[in-house]
């Protein structure tokens, strides 16, 4: 047995921490494409944006030049609270699927909020309050962003409303409970509190929601009150960007030992962990410094990056929200009652999409049947309870360590442990009963999706 130089946890000191976000897009030799004004076509200015999304957060959204963001000295106070969080060396898993692969995972789950949001939450809340703003308003799916962001406003003393997607409203009532404790005000989505959600429950009468839908009436409610703006939890740059926060940790925790990584997993739901995990060793890639195979695992059920078209489209069902170029299944698209309600998104971020067409990340998509197969393997021998939405992660990183075990590989292999699953007991229930089905939507049901994508000159 291997000496065990490495221990089970890195952790970095508080001087170790990152001072500066980093700004992949800054080395991309393809930028991502510019949103667009769905009116005019052409690109959303500064002021336009900044009607909807606070200043300095339009600032960082639009700069695809500047490498560095410094973060303010109170976000990094903040995340002094619950960062850095651990890079950990999964002996126990290595030793329980006996492959010769080094594992490690990043554990983003060590806070209430129980996931990564809270990274991009203190942020955009901090923004907020610097420009004297009362509130903001914004939508959850799976309720891991709805908490985030209620524990960054009740921190930041801002008014937080939030649009849950309605079935998760339901079938997760005690994240609405967290939340409502942090103050914020919860509406499940579609709700008949504004013109975009009457409009869609009369379309479809009796839907379960997506996060397209809560988008436009979190975007809608913003607009409708003074002092307040739209913040989002993923899919934007800025949010990736904020996110980089967890890239910049492994990176530094892996170069304390000396680690090279030879494959880099995360789960892709809008794009922003993986996004921030990937953004450092992208940027080796971009510069010419290493070479690493990175991919971005979605579930079959919403295969925006393995089966969608990359092309402009809204980022909400109401179609009131910026046109972003990405790899889509369409705004229309409604995908299955699925247990991971945070990749249930129709979209993906556009840096992580362009990085895909570019060849410089790869995406596959599993099922969820064999992705809590792979959580409750991991969770017997790591201890953690993951996350539906990670387990996607942990699925893809025991097959290429399995894979490993038949070649006789020594891969190191690192991926994103995004949170804990204690909120999905529901799921992790019907797993349990033998009750949970798979869904793979037909190439028809897809079209379907796709016929939603606008059609203009150029986005043929
Ligand atoms: C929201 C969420 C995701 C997916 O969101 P991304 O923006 O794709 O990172 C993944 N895991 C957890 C635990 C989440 O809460």
């Given at each position: 047995m291997?000496?065990?130089?490495i221990p089970y946890k890195i952790?970095?000191?508080?001087d170790e921490?990152?001072?500066?976000?980093?700004n992949?897009?800054?080395?991309?030799?393809?930028?991502?494409?510019?949103l667009?004004?769905?009116?005019?076509?052409q690109?959303?200015?500064?002021?336009?944006?900044?009607?909807v999304?606070c200043h300095?957060l339009v600032?960082?959204?639009?700069?695809?030049?500047?490498?560095?963001?410094?973060?303010p000295?109170e976000?990094?106070?903040?995340?002094k609270m619950?960062?850095?969080?651990?890079?950990?060396?999964?002996?126990?898993l290595?030793?329980?699927?006996k492959?010769p692969?080094k594992?490690?995972?990043?554990?983003?789950g060590n806070?209430?909020s129980?996931s990564?949001?809270?990274n991009?939450?203190i942020?955009q809340a901090?923004?907020?309050?610097?420009q004297?703003?009362r509130?903001?308003?914004?939508?959850?799916?799976?309720?891991?962003?709805?908490t985030?962001?209620?524990?960054?406003?009740a921190?930041?003393?801002l008014?937080c409303?939030?649009?849950m997607v309605?079935?998760?409203?339901?079938?997760?009532?005690?994240?609405?409970?967290?939340?409502?404790?942090?103050g914020?005000?919860?509406?499940?989505?579609p709700s008949n509190?504004?013109?975009?959600?009457?409009k869609?429950?009369?379309?479809?009468?009796?839907?379960s929601g997506?996060?397209?839908?809560a988008i436009s009436?979190?975007?809608?409610?913003a607009a409708?009150?003074?002092g307040y703006?739209?913040v989002?939890?993923s899919?934007?740059?800025q949010v990736?960007?904020?996110?980089?926060?967890?890239?910049?940790?492994?990176?530094?925790?892996?170069?304390k030992?000396d680690?090279?990584p030879d494959?880099?997993?995360?789960c892709?739901?809008?794009?922003?962990?993986?996004g921030?995990l990937i953004?450092?060793?992208?940027g080796?890639m971009?510069?010419?410094?290493?070479?690493?195979?990175?991919i971005?695992?979605?579930?079959?059920?919403?295969?925006?990056l393995t089966?969608?078209?990359y092309?402009?489209?809204?980022?909400?069902?109401g179609?009131?929200?910026?046109?972003q170029k990405?790899?889509?299944?369409?705004?229309?698209?409604?995908?299955?009652?699925?247990?991971s309600?945070?990749?249930?998104?129709?979209g993906?971020?556009?840096?992580?999409?362009q990085?895909y067409d570019?060849?410089?990340?790869?995406?596959?998509s599993?099922e969820?049947?064999?992705?809590?197969?792979?959580?409750?393997?991991?969770a017997?021998?790591e201890g953690?309870?993951?996350?539906?939405e990670?387990?996607h992660?942990i699925?893809?990183a025991m097959?290429?360590?399995?894979r490993c075990?038949e070649?006789g590989e020594?891969k190191?292999i690192?991926?994103?442990?995004?949170?804990?699953g204690?909120?999905?007991?529901?799921?992790y229930?019907?797993?349990?009963d033998g009750e949970?089905?798979?869904y793979?939507?037909t190439?028809a049901?897809l079209?379907?999706?796709?016929?939603s994508?606008?059609k203009?000159?150029?986005?043929e």
């Amino acid at each position: 047995m291997e000496e065990r130089k490495i221990p089970y946890k890195i952790y970095l000191t508080e001087d170790e921490m990152p001072r500066y976000w980093y700004n992949v897009r800054a080395d991309m030799k393809h930028k991502p494409a510019p949103l667009l004004n769905p009116e005019t076509y052409q690109p959303m200015t500064e002021e336009e944006l900044g009607q909807v999304f606070c200043h300095e957060l339009v600032r960082q959204e639009l700069d695809m030049e500047t490498p560095y963001f410094e973060i303010p000295e109170e976000i990094r106070n903040f995340y002094k609270m619950y960062r850095p969080s651990p890079l950990v060396r999964a002996y126990c898993l290595e030793e329980k699927l006996k492959t010769p692969a080094k594992i490690y995972y990043k554990f983003e789950g060590n806070n209430t909020s129980g996931s990564h949001k809270l990274n991009s939450a203190i942020a955009q809340a901090y923004y907020a309050k610097q420009q004297g703003l009362r509130g903001v308003t914004t939508e959850t799916g799976a309720g891991q962003w709805g908490t985030a962001l209620s524990m960054a406003c009740a921190y930041l003393g801002l008014d937080c409303q939030v649009y849950m997607v309605k079935c998760s409203y339901e079938q997760k009532p005690f994240r609405r409970e967290v939340m409502r404790t942090y103050g914020a005000h919860v509406t499940p989505s579609p709700s008949n509190t504004t013109s975009v959600g009457r409009k869609i429950l009369a379309q479809f009468p009796g839907t379960s929601g997506s996060l397209g839908c809560a988008i436009s009436e979190a975007v809608e409610a913003a607009a409708s009150k003074e002092g307040y703006r739209y913040v989002l939890g993923s899919v934007l740059s800025q949010v990736l960007l904020h996110q980089t926060i967890i890239g910049l940790e492994t990176q530094t925790a892996l170069k304390k030992y000396d680690i090279h990584p030879d494959i880099i997993i995360g789960c892709a739901g809008g794009g922003s962990n993986l996004g921030g995990l990937i953004a450092p060793f992208a940027g080796e890639m971009l510069r010419g410094e290493a070479n690493y195979q990175l991919i971005a695992v979605e579930p079959a059920s919403c295969p925006s990056l393995t089966r969608g078209k990359y092309r402009y489209d809204y980022c909400d069902t109401g179609m009131i929200c910026p046109l972003q170029k990405m790899y889509t299944l369409g705004n229309g698209f409604i995908p299955a009652a699925s247990h991971s309600g945070g990749l249930r998104y129709h979209g993906m971020s556009s840096i992580v999409s362009q990085l895909y067409d570019d060849g410089l990340m790869e995406a596959r998509s599993v099922e969820q049947t064999e992705v809590f197969a792979a959580a409750q393997e991991f969770a017997k021998c790591e201890g953690i309870l993951p996350a539906p939405e990670s387990s996607h992660a942990i699925r893809v990183a025991m097959d290429e360590a399995i894979r490993c075990r038949e070649t006789g590989e020594e891969k190191t292999i690192v991926f994103g442990l995004t949170g804990t699953g204690y909120f999905d007991m529901v799921a992790y229930g019907k797993y349990n009963d033998g009750e949970m089905t798979d869904y793979i939507p037909t190439d028809a049901e897809l079209q379907h999706g796709f016929d939603s994508i606008p059609k203009f000159p150029g986005n043929e």
